[in-house]
C-alpha cells in the first residue's frame, strides 16, 4: 500500500474556540500537526497579552499531545508600538476582521483607512509580527472577497514590510494577487480545494459546508487547485477547522465553519493523489509555512497510507466534514 | 386606516403536497384565494387523468373554503394527443420539470430535445393546455436559469401557439426573455420580490429562505421587482409557496421551498405600497392571470388593512417565512 510521510505538518488557521468545545478539538489538532496558527476570535475577543499567555495555558492543557507548539494571535486593535514591543514575543501574528464578517468578529475594524493603522502596522513590520487578514468586504456574499482586494492592494502597498496574509482565499482573484506584491501570501483551507456553492446549496442545504467565506464558483475553486498541488511558494494550508455544536449548525440560523481539524491531512493526500501531486504536498502543508512565518516546527513524523478510513459521524458534539463517508487515505502512525 | 380591496386573487405556482400536509396548507391558500394552480409533483408525480381527479377531489376535502378552484396540472410526460384531448377538461396547465432540479422532480425530462416532445406540445397548442416549466439546467446553482434561456427560445419558437409559463422566475435574463416572444409570460413569487443569497447565506445560513431557484443578485431581484410592480402584462403572482415539515428543514441536507401561503397577500401588499405601486396589485395577482390563462375566478373579495400582523412562529407543522416577526398589513375581512 501507498504511504506519504509528511514531516513537521502545520495548520496555519484553526479555530480552537474554548472551554469544552477546546477540550474536544485541540487534542484532535495537536494529534497530527506539529503547530497550528491559533485564531483569536473569542468571546470576548484575545486583545491582551495576558489574554494570550493564558489562553496559551487552556491549549497546552487541552493537548494529548506534547510536541505541539500553539502559534498564537492577538485580535486586531489598533495598538501601540510598546505594546507591541512588549507582547511579541508571545504571539506570532495578529488577525484583522472586518466587523461582523464572522464568527465573533463584532470587535473587527469598521474601516480600513491607513491612518488610524499606520502606527499599528508599522510596529508589526518592524517587530516581525505577521498581519493575517479575514478579507471581506460587506457586499453581496459572493462579491465580498473580490471587492476586497483593493484593500490587500493598498496594506501591501503601504506596509511593504509587513507580512500580509490573505486568509482562506476563495477566489480567482485573490490567487491573481500572490504575484503582484511581494509580502501578500495566502492560507487555503482544504474544503475550499474540494467544493463549490454547488455544494452548499446546489442540491439540498448542507448547513455542515457553510462556511465563511462561502464557496465560490468552480473556476474559483480550479485556481485555488492549480496554486496549492503546485505547492505555489506564498501559499500554506490553513484548514479554518471552524467547530459548533451539532445542534448549532442544524438549525434556523447556523453558524459559518466546517470542521475538518482530524480528517484534513487525509482529505489532502486524496486530492494531491488525485492530481498526481503528492510530491508537492509536503511544502504545501509545511515547508512553505516554515519559510513565510521563519517557524522552526515541533519535530513530528505523520505516515499516511492508502486505506479506507471512515470518517465518524460526529466528534463528542461536532460533525465533521464527510461525517460518515469513506475516505481513501489513513493515518497510519505519528511518530 | 389604509385599506386595499383586492378581487379574486389567484396563486398561479402552489404545491399543496397531500395527506396530512395538504390538509395543513389547504385551507391557508383557499382563505384568501379565488384559486390556484396546483404542482404535480407529489410521489408519485400525477400523470394520469385518473391521478388528477382524485388529487382535485382531496384538494376540495381538505379545503375550508367553497369559492376556491384548485387549477390542475400534469407532470410533464410525452403524452400521446388522444390521452390530452380526453384530460384536457380536467387540466388547465402541465408542468414540465428537468429531472433532477428540485423537489421530487426525478421522473422529469432529461433532455429538452424538441423532436421526441413535438407532438405532445402541438397537441397542447391546439386544445390550448398551457406549459409551465421549472427553468434550470443542470449547471453551477447560481446560472442554471440564465443557462436556461435558450431552451425557452427554442420552445417558444418551435411552438408559437403554445402559451409557456417561464415559472418562479428571478433573473434578470428571464426578465429580459419577457418582450423576446409573444407567447413567453413568467410567474414571480413574494419571495424573491424580497430576497438574494445574502438573506439565505450572507450571514447566519437560514434554511427557511433556501429554495429554488435559489434568490440571486440585488440587480436580479430589482429586475423582477420592476415588473412586478408594474403589473407587466405578462406577468403573474405565484407564491411557489412550498412547505416541508420544521424538522426536515432544520436538519442536515435540508429541503428547497419557502413557505408563504399565509402571508403572500399580506406581504404584497407591504413591498406595493413601499414602492408606491398598490394600484397594480390587482392586475398583478388576479388579473393579468385570468387574462394569460382564460380563467373566470371564482369571486372573491379580500380587504387588507395596514395594521400590525404578527407572523405565527409555525403552523402546524410548518414554518412560515418571517415566522414571528411583524408585517405591517392584515387580511380584515374575505368576502
Same mark, same amino acid.
Given at each position: 500500500m501507498k504511504t506519504v510521510t509528511l514531516t513537521m #505538518?502545520? %495548520?496555519?488557521h484553526v479555530h480552537l474556540r474554548d472551554g469544552d468545545m477546546l477540550k474536544i478539538v485541540a487534542p484532535l489538532t495537536s494529534y497530527t500537526f506539529s503547530g497550528a496558527l491559533v485564531m483569536p476570535n473569542l468571546v470576548p475577543p484575545i486583545t491582551t497579552k495576558e489574554m494570550v499567555k493564558e489562553y496559551r495555558s487552556r491549549i497546552k492543557a487541552a493537548? @494529548?499531545? *506534547? *510536541?505541539? @507548539? #500553539?502559534y498564537m494571535t492577538l485580535f486586531y486593535q489598533n495598538f501601540s508600538r510598546e505594546f507591541l514591543e512588549s507582547v511579541q514575543d508571545d504571539i506570532t501574528a495578529i488577525k484583522i476582521y472586518p466587523? !461582523?464578517? $464572522? $464568527?465573533?468578529?463584532? !470587535? !473587527?475594524?469598521?474601516?480600513? %483607512?491607513?491612518e488610524p493603522m499606520r502606527e499599528t502596522l508599522e510596529a508589526m513590520s518592524d517587530f516581525g509580527i505577521v498581519l493575517c487578514v479575514h478579507g471581506e468586504t460587506q457586499g453581496f456574499v459572493m462579491d465580498r472577497e473580490a471587492e476586497f482586494m483593493s484593500v490587500y492592494e493598498k496594506l501591501a502597498i503601504n506596509f511593504p514590510k509587513l507580512k500580509i496574509i490573505m486568509e482562506h482565499i476563495t477566489t480567482r482573484e485573490a490567487v491573481e494577487m500572490l504575484d503582484r506584491h511581494p509580502n501578500l501570501y495566502a492560507t487555503i483551507t482544504v474544503h475550499h480545494l474540494m467544493i463549490t456553492l454547488d455544494d452548499v446549496a446546489g442540491g439540498m442545504l448542507r448547513p455542515h459546508l457553510f462556511c465563511k467565506p462561502i464557496a465560490k464558483r468552480p473556476h474559483d475553486r480550479d485556481a485555488l487547485l492549480k496554486i496549492a498541488l503546485q505547492a505555489h511558494p506564498k501559499v500554506m494550508f490553513g484548514s479554518d477547522s471552524a467547530p459548533h455544536p451539532k445542534h448549532a449548525k442544524e438549525s434556523c440560523g447556523c453558524g459559518a465553519g466546517v470542521f475538518t481539524a482530524p480528517i484534513a491531512l487525509q482529505l489532502l493526500c486524496e486530492i494531491f493523489q488525485e492530481h498526481n501531486a503528492l510530491d508537492n504536498l509536503q511544502a504545501f502543508v509545511s515547508d512553505n509555512a516554515q519559510r513565510i512565518y521563519g517557524i522552526c516546527a515541533e519535530y513530528k513524523e505523520v505516515v499516511l497510507v492508502e486505506r479506507d478510513f471512515v470518517v465518524p459521524e460526529i466528534y463528542a458534539d461536532v460533525v465533521p466534514m464527510r461525517a460518515g463517508e469513506t475516505l481513501t487515505w489513513s493515518i497510519e502512525r505519528v511518530d
Open positions: #505538518p502545520l %495548520d496555519m493537548m @494529548e499531545s *506534547d *510536541d505541539f @507548539e #500553539p466587523s !461582523g464578517a $464572522t $464568527t465573533n468578529s463584532q !470587535g !473587527g475594524v469598521v474601516s480600513f %483607512d491607513i
